[in-house]
């Protein structure tokens, strides 16, 4: 009996190991910088880029990093890079928007889309609301995003603590991940 749990154990050991050396699931979605380079790639109607880029333009002032101040944001994003906003819930910063993404999910009538961000620790990289890193972009757009950020974010309540964006993502990386 006694063999049998320890050989129990160490299997399930063994099988949560695997599951974080391989990482999260990726879903392939496309990437762009503004509509023109959607339409430019072809994976996508002109009405389409337009209407994702629209939807994740508004999406943006709900999900979009927030900051106390001006330093903060910059100190993820780089100098003049973020922007003030007012809102009935106040007043914060907020990078700018410099890229959105779309999710084709469940054929092609279902599109998520949502607004891309490049912090200051990974400037040549994409990352969404929720600091999820977007895979390197192709010609055409496609690339890789972990499944879990794939769905459009939550509205931001708080804001964010200094160097708090972009930071896990690139020490996770910068430590052989």
């Not at 009996?1 to 050396?21: D, F, I, P, Q, Y």
């Not at 009935?88 to 993404?101: K, Q, R, T």
């Amino acid at each position: 009996m006694k063999h049998k749990n320890a050989l129990r154990s160490t299997l399930l050991g063994a099988a949560a190991l695997t599951l974080v050396a391989c990482g999260e699931a990726q879903e392939e979605i496309l990437a762009y910088e503004d509509v023109q380079a959607c339409i430019k790639a072809g994976q996508q109607e002109e009405s389409v880029c337009r209407t994702e880029f629209d939807k994740a333009e508004k999406l943006h002032e709900k999900v979009a990093p927030r900051y106390n101040s001006v330093r903060d944001c910059n100190s993820d994003f780089g100098y003049d890079r973020c922007y003030r906003s007012h809102s009935s819930g106040g007043s914060f910063w907020l990078p700018f928007m410099v890229g959105y993404m779309l999710a084709p999910r469940l054929g092609p009538r279902y599109i998520s889309s949502q607004p891309l961000y490049r912090p200051s620790s990974n400037p040549n990289s994409f990352y969404t609301a929720a600091n999820g890193r977007v895979g390197p972009v192709s010609t055409t757009g496609r690339t890789q995003l972990a499944a879990s950020q794939v769905k459009q974010p939550a509205a931001r309540t708080r804001t964010v603590a200094r160097g708090g964006f972009g930071a896990r993502a690139a020490s996770r990386r910068s430590a052989g991940g």
